[in-house]
């Protein structure tokens, strides 16, 4: 699984979008881009994935650069809630390919 | 509804003792997985069954071995716990499109 680069933490305002950047130079063509955060004592959470298109959902956007060698997970309205470590993995969807957690970004969303 | 559940949520036990941490998900999934996540806060995988068969184990030591009474259930026994396997134990289910990993609330194990 190609390696992922995180910054270990950001912070943003309330109500304000926050950008988590990650990069993967080494990415495959066959490896998509996935989001997962953590909250406090929590499971892991899903939050979205991408191959080369950008992405959007309910809870997040992801945009990924045409080379496919950095993304950018979008909260377009940080709470409080969105507080977490958030993980960007790179990985083939199949069963035998692990999903493996960097260090992650701790965002803090201030009040 | 829990989704994927977890018992127990804190296990407290002597060293060299054997204990089980139960998983179980309602999803429908046919993949479920073991994670340690150590004091460092750092998340590995351990093992993962598909349809009640081993894919993945990550060298863990054979101290360890996960059970899969059916593939809605993923069990963890552990032997002659030590120090070390002090952490937070996470299970987790995925569909097949294998895209997303839906995790349990953990069990914080705690070796005396």
């Known amino acids: 699984d190609a390696k992922t680069t995180q910054p270990p933490s950001m912070d943003c305002a309330e109500g304000r979008a926050a950008n988590l950047p990650c990069n993967h130079s080494?990415?495959?063509?066959?490896?998509?881009v996935y989001w997962y955060r953590q909250i406090h004592s929590q499971g892991p959470q899903y939050i979205i994935h991408g191959l080369k298109n950008n992405e959007t959902n309910e809870m997040a956007s992801l945009i990924i650069t045409e080379d496919r060698k950095s993304s950018t997970l979008i909260l377009p309205h940080a709470t409080l809630r969105d507080t977490a470590v958030y993980y960007c993995i790179v990985r083939v969807p199949d069963s035998s390919y692990k999903l493996i957690f960097g260090s992650g970004t701790r965002l803090l969303v201030r009040p | 509804d829990t989704a994927v559940s977890q018992t127990p949520k804190y296990l407290v036990t002597q060293m060299g003792n054997d204990k089980s941490i139960k998983c179980e998900q309602n999803?429908?999934?046919?993949?479920m997985y073991w994670y340690k996540q150590d004091s460092k806060k750092f998340l590995k995988i351990m093992f993962s069954y598909n349809n009640k068969e081993l894919i993945i184990n990550e060298t863990v030591p054979n101290r360890f071995s996960p059970k899969s009474p059916d593939k809605a259930h993923l069990n963890l026994h552990i032997n002659s716990l030590e120090l070390g396997d002090s952490a937070v134990y996470f299970c987790?289910?995925?569909?097949?499109?294998?895209?997303?990993?839906?995790f349990g609330p953990g069990t914080r194990l705690t070796v005396l």
């Open positions: 987790a289910s995925s569909p097949e499109t294998y895209n997303e990993q839906f």
């Open positions: 080494t990415i495959s063509g066959n490896e998509y």
């Open positions: 999803l429908g999934h046919d993949t």
